[in-house]
T-cell receptor, first 112, second 116 residues
């Protein structure tokens, strides 16, 4: 079983719609959860971080964490063509020197 | 805030050359820095974890004599690819995080290395 699993996609949404990305993780000791965006040929960029159960909103992005279900999600509201990228879910534990365990990524395409 | 600068962004050099890549945290103290390698359309592969003032911890299968890592200060880590060969051509990315719990890794812009 992979440590972090994401819907591989690709996920195609029309401009203005909500893109919903899901991620599950296997290690109950995971403590910090992150969503990174990576454009083709570029390095990852931090979009959201979440540590406590519930929702966290930042602009058009909302991250949701449910530790009991070992589930973290990212919602992108009012999707724009510039949101087209690969979204990486990542989790860390302090005992692992805070190494990131990445999901395989979900490729999102926003259709104009 | 949380800016990580990586230099150079692109290197093209002949086989046998050693190449040094710098990673700097510009506005925070990076107690831990990480070095990744990424092939086209593949996931990031962690090469090593570097704590300031300590020897780097390499992932299984990564040659420590080939990829020399130095983390001499809280704002600078370097990766030297020694005697580079065409198979070392790749996209190398560093990241840095501060000491406090729950701090994310912030990534540099990456270095595209091409060995001829």
């Amino acid at each position: 079983q992979k440590e972090v699993e994401q819907n591989s996609g690709p996920l195609s949404v029309p401009e203005g719609a909500i893109a919903s990305l899901n991620c599950t993780y296997s290690d109950r000791g995971s403590q910090s959860f992150f969503w990174y965006r990576q454009y083709s040929g570029k390095s990852p960029e931090l979009i959201m971080s979440i540590y406590s159960n519930g929702d966290k909103e930042d602009g058009r992005f909302t991250a949701q964490l449910n530790k009991a279900s070992q589930y973290v999600s990212l919602l992108i509201r009012d999707s724009q063509p510039s949101d087209s990228a690969t979204y990486l879910c990542a989790v860390t534990r302090f005992v692992d020197d805070y190494k990131l365990s990445f999901g395989a990524g979900t490729t999102v395409t926003v259709r104009a | 805030g949380a800016v990580v600068s990586q230099h150079p962004s692109r290197v093209i050099c002949k086989s046998g050359t050693s190449v040094k890549i710098e990673c700097r945290s510009l506005d925070f103290q990076a107690t831990t820095m990480f070095w990744y390698r990424q092939f086209p359309k593949k996931s990031l592969m962690l090469m090593a974890t570097s704590n300031e003032g300590s020897k780097a911890t390499y992932e299984q299968g990564v040659e420590k004599d080939k990829f020399l890592i130095n983390h001499a200060s809280l704002t600078l880590s370097t990766l030297t690819v020694t005697s580079a060969h065409p198979e070392d051509s790749s996209f190398y990315i560093c990241s840095a995080r501060a000491l406090q719990a729950h701090q994310p890794q912030h990534f540099g812009d990456g270095t595209r290395l091409s060995i001829l």
